[in-house]
């Protein structure tokens, strides 16, 4: 299989620096993928987690926005080069209200989003869009927020977009409490470590958008699953331990506590009902790849999110032979090989 990106990123930041002006700015955000997952809402209108998380934010797959305020009656989304419809337009309509709501303003605007890699696969696009228009879409509204206020702006679009703000290791805490107390306890911030540089070979199965949204299936996971409550207890002793992990820079124990706390997500899925299944025979083939290169000693440790695409998490010097491994599986899987990757950025030129 060929990966075929959907906008290529250096033509598509092209495109967003074109149309950037006064009352507009483009920014650039990278997805970040969970090693201690977040997985369930304790509020949903307000996207306050269950449990703290904590990820790592990519080099690869960067989506693009700019957002141009404008005089018409009407929000317009254009997203990987068509005019944006249904749900991925509501989401962006809606989040644009919080941000006027905040900033004072009415103005409508043009938003123009391209990513660089699949879209609602598993691979974090909500993650890197909702950094990248969170970013712009404040610069362009003129609200001056530090890196904690922008990260909890980006939580109300897509709860793991808090964590893209920012380069590197990164936690999105949990915080406490409903409302207002919750909404500002609830924040992401880097937490260094970036020494580690770890790879992370993202073995592409599938690039075709999910059935299942990862909202409705976190909902229904946390409503239904009899298994929910025990990952939850065990994910914060896992977020725990993985700082503990980094912070030592043992990436064996990063590993195996990241890919512990993604199956037993995946488990609670199983158990929902009706079951959330992400996990393809094409995913299962990458797991055992996986389990037979740590038997042949090398340090590789898998994780999944909300789609059936793996992503393995190696050393730098590990990462080719990981990758020619994976892909010597066969035409149904291919691989992108990511290392650490840096946080949200306005393009040069663009915001005031
Ligand atoms: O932020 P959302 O709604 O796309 O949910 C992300 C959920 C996972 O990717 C499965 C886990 C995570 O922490 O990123």
């Known amino acids: 299989m060929t990966f075929t990106p959907a906008v290529p990123a250096d033509r598509a930041a092209d495109r967003v620096r074109a149309a950037t002006g006064p009352d507009e700015a483009a920014a650039l955000a990278y997805p970040n993928i969970a090693l201690v997952k977040y997985w369930g809402k304790r509020d949903e209108s307000l996207f306050l ?5 904590l990820s790592m934010t990519l080099d690869i797959f960067p989506t693009t926005t700019t957002v141009r ?4 009656p009407a929000d317009t989304v254009e997203f990987n080069g068509a005019t944006a419809t249904g749900s991925a337009r509501t989401r962006i309509e809606r989040f644009l209200d919080l941000v006027r709501t ?10 123009v989003t391209a990513n660089a890699g699949p879209t609602g696969a598993g691979l974090a696009s909500s ?3 909702f950094a990248a228009l969170a970013t712009a879409a404040a610069a362009a509204y003129g609200l001056e927020l530090d890196g904690r206020a922008l990260s909890r702006l980006a939580r ?8 893209s703000l920012f380069g590197g290791f990164v936690v999105w805490h949990a915080g406490e409490g409903d409302g207002a107390v919750g909404d500002r306890s609830s924040y992401a911030e880097p937490i260094g470590g970036d020494e580690l540089d770890p790879a992370l070979v993202v073995a592409v199965v599938n690039q075709t958008a999910k059935a299942v949204s990862s909202r409705e299936a976190m909902r229904r996971t946390t409503a239904t699953s009899p298994c929910y409550r025990s990952w939850a207890d065990s994910s914060m002793t896992d ?4 700082r503990a992990a980094i912070a030592r820079q043992d990436l064996p124990a990063i590993g195996e506590i ?3 706390n993604a199956l037993g997500m995946h488990a609670t899925m199983l158990t929902a009902r009706p079951a959330v299944r992400y996990l393809s025979p094409h995913s299962l083939a990458v797991l055992d790849a996986v389990l037979a290169l740590r038997a042949d000693g090398i340090t590789a440790y898998a ?3 909300a789609g059936p695409n793996v992503k393995v998490l190696c050393t730098r010097a590990d990462a080719p032979h990981v990758a020619a491994t994976i892909d010597g599986l066969g035409d149904f899987v291919t691989t992108r090989t990511a290392h650490i990757g840096p946080g949200a950025t306005l393009l040069p030129d663009t915001g005031r």
């Open 49 to 53: 987690p269950v449990t703290s998380s």
């Open 69 to 72: 305020l404008i005089d018409g």
């Open 102 to 111: 905040t900033a004072g303003r009415t103005e409508r605007a043009m938003v």
């Open 127 to 129: 993650a890197s869009g």
């Open 156 to 163: 109300r679009g897509s709860g793991s977009a808090s964590r």
């Open 239 to 242: 977020f725990t331990e993985m």
């Open 258 to 260: 990241a890919e512990r």
């Open 303 to 305: 994780t999944i999110d």
